[in-house]
């Protein structure tokens, strides 16, 4: 049984890991849990998310909207999430509106990739990449992890 938070309205619902979460609904707003793109969270948002996230790995990517790299990295970042969802929840995270959450990530450099698989950190990687890219080094970080 996975737990998702809903990214609606952080509602907390339970999917049998045999059914396809792509697909689910929030029993609280009825929303999609998942709908092929990344979700903006604030630093608590993201500490719910991988509080919450039982079964599925977070990718969280670290950006700021000055950062010519980053911008570069979003439309890439998007196609990344219609691949990787429901196996893994894409968020990403403003370093300029939540500096502190950009701080105690120990966020250096951006654009920045984190991967979380029950709240704690599997993999990061600092430098815009594309989807493919994106997709590839979270496969591989993920199936490192399970080995």
Same mark, same amino acid.
């Given at each position: 049984?996975?737990? !998702?938070?809903? @990214?609606?309205?952080?509602? =907390?619902?339970?999917?049998?890991?045999?059914? %396809?979460? /792509?697909?689910?609904?929030?029993?609280?707003?009825?929303?999609? &849990?998942?709908?092929?793109? @990344?979700? #903006?969270?604030?630093?608590?948002? =993201?500490?719910?998310?991988?509080?919450?996230? /039982?079964?599925?790995?977070?990718?969280? %990517?670290? *950006?700021?909207? *000055?950062?010519?790299?980053?911008?570069?990295?979003? @439309?890439?970042?998007?196609?990344?999430?219609? +691949?990787? #969802? @429901?196996?893994?929840?894409?968020?990403?995270?403003?370093?300029?509106?939540?500096?502190?959450?950009?701080?105690? =990530?120990?966020? /250096?450099?951006?654009?920045? &990739? !984190?991967?979380?698989? %029950?709240?704690?950190? =599997?993999?990061? +990687?600092?430098?815009?990449? /594309?989807?493919?890219? !994106?997709?590839? *080094?979270?496969? +591989?970080?993920?199936? +490192?992890?399970?080995?």
């Amino acid at each position: 049984m996975r737990q !998702i938070l809903c @990214p609606a309205c952080a509602a =907390l619902n339970r999917a049998p890991d045999a059914r %396809d979460a /792509s697909t689910a609904k929030c029993g609280r707003c009825g929303q999609r &849990l998942f709908h092929g793109r @990344p979700d #903006e969270v604030s630093g608590e948002e =993201l500490m719910a998310h991988l509080r919450s996230n /039982s079964g599925i790995a977070v990718l969280l %990517d670290v *950006w700021a909207p *000055w950062c010519g790299p980053c911008r570069m990295m979003g @439309p890439h970042f998007v196609a990344a999430a219609r +691949q990787l #969802e @429901p196996e893994v929840r894409l968020l990403k995270l403003n370093s300029e509106a939540d500096p502190a959450a950009a701080a105690e =990530l120990g966020i /250096s450099g951006i654009p920045t &990739l !984190i991967l979380f698989r %029950d709240g704690r950190v =599997l993999a990061r +990687q600092s430098g815009a990449m /594309s989807a493919n890219q !994106i997709v590839a *080094w979270t496969t +591989q970080a993920l199936a +490192q992890a399970a080995a």
